[in-house]
């Protein structure tokens, strides 16, 4: 009895070592767990499409240069559709059951601030890729963003508007969370410029045909120009009502408009139109040096990978992803100490301009962050001033 009890015990100790060696495996090679809720489909897909392929490139680029100290970083992506509601329900999945280490997204503003409250909660970093300057004013201190405010945008247009002596103009936004942070900067920032809103239309972001509000406005003989924040299709679509109506008013769109596919679907008439957006767009224009370097080594290994043209979006979660690797490597899986080594992230060139965070700025950019591009021959080139 006692050899056989001699052979049990063996026996459970070669179990529980092969068990330890296993566990001790698994251990060693666990990744880096990063949650992404961004809008695949629906319609911010010209935002979300851009956005998962530049992310999923470059976690792939950093997993094969031997991943963030060492370690692997998987990534789980959720396709929110543009929805805020399903936006929430990832959010709690990934915190709750998938126990990720951080979020990147949402896409659109409307989500980011849906899921604000989730993420500080749950002591979640979050690095939202939408521009309301209200997902990190006031500061949250887990949530993040890379997309430049659109009160910067609002002043970028305005001030290229003061130059050219317009004063009187109408502004149409889309019905999503986008549109009316949007409206909101522009009504604030618009009588430090001289300028006055004589006209103001709100769309449904799923609208086709927008001729209705474009003959109503085409009406006022006060506007002098035309302001239209939106990210959804739509926009293209009021280009093209308006230049149908034989209206040949100034049209100038939000950064929301930096996608050429937008450019692409209004045709002809988008000719002209003018927009504020980062210099990733017109990289080959920027003189020599370390961002434009940095552009052009992002845009290349886009287009060469996807076959198609970059866009600002997807610069974003590129961005996102960039602070939370650099992020990392010096806070390790300690989220205080990352958190805390993104408020301290100075000159870090990203596609949208040069991150100087800080615990009072989570958004780490300024006005400088957005040129003013126009559609010429098809094509985004640099607005002559």
Same mark, same amino acid.
């Given at each position: ?13 070669c ?9 001790t ?22 935002l ?43 959010a ?7 126990k ?11 989500e %980011?601030?849906?899921? *604000?409250? @989730?993420?500080?909660? /749950?002591?979640?970093?979050? $690095?939202?890729? +939408? ?22 945008a ?14 009187n103009i ?13 409206k909101?900067q ?28 474009v ?18 299709p739509?926009? %293209?679509?009021?280009? *093209?009502? @308006?230049?149908?109506? /034989?209206?040949?008013?100034p $049209?100038?769109? +939000?950064?929301?408009?930096?996608n ?27 003189p ?70 800080s ?26 001033r």
């Amino acid at each position: 009895m006692k050899g056989v009890r001699a052979v049990r015990m063996v026996r459970v100790a070669c179990v529980c070592a092969v068990v330890s060696l296993l566990m001790t495996s698994y251990a060693l090679a666990a990744g880096i767990k990063i949650g992404a809720i961004l809008a695949e489909t629906g319609p911010a897909a010209f935002l979300g499409g851009p956005e998962v392929r530049s992310l999923r490139m470059l976690v792939d680029e950093i997993n094969a240069r031997g991943g963030i100290n060492g370690k692997t970083v998987e990534l789980i992506v959720k396709d929110s559709g543009g929805s805020p509601e399903k936006a929430v329900s990832f959010a709690k999945q990934l915190i709750d059951e998938e126990k990720v280490f951080a979020i990147i997204g949402p896409s659109t503003s409307g989500e %980011s601030l849906s899921i *604000k409250k @989730i993420a500080e909660e /749950g002591k979640t970093i979050m $690095i939202s890729c +939408s521009a309301a300057e209200t997902i990190t004013t006031p500061v949250a201190p887990h949530v993040f963003k890379t997309a430049p405010s659109d009160s910067f945008a609002a002043q970028q247009i305005f001030a290229t508007m003061q130059k050219k002596g317009i004063r009187n103009i109408a502004v149409l936004a889309g019905n999503d969370g986008f549109g009316k942070a949007g409206k909101e900067q522009l009504a604030r920032n618009a009588p430090d410029f001289g300028i006055a809103i004589v006209a103001e239309e709100v769309y449904d972001k799923s609208a086709t045909d927008l001729a209705a509000i474009v003959a109503k406005l085409k009406a006022n003989p006060k506007i002098e120009a035309v302001v239209n924040w939106s990210i959804v299709p739509a926009q %293209s679509i009021l280009a *093209k009502n @308006i230049r149908q109506a /034989g209206w040949d008013v100034p $049209i100038y769109q +939000s950064h929301g408009f930096a996608n050429i596919k937008y450019a692409e679907a209004a045709g002809v008439a988008a000719e002209g139109i003018i927009f504020p957006a980062s210099r990733l767009l017109v990289a080959d224009s920027l003189p020599a040096g370390p961002q434009r370097e940095f552009l052009l080594t992002y845009r290349d290994s886009y287009e060469k990978k996807f076959g198609e043209k970059i866009s600002t979006f997807g610069g974003h979660t590129y961005d996102a992803m960039t602070i939370l690797a650099k992020a990392i490597e010096v806070g390790g899986e300690d989220r205080d100490k990352v958190r805390a080594a993104i408020e301290n992230i100075r000159d870090l060139i990203g596609t949208a301009g040069t991150f100087n965070f800080s615990p009072a700025d989570h958004g780490g950019l300024g006005p400088d962050a957005f040129a003013m591009l126009t559609v010429k021959d098809g094509r985004f080139v640099l607005l002559e001033r």
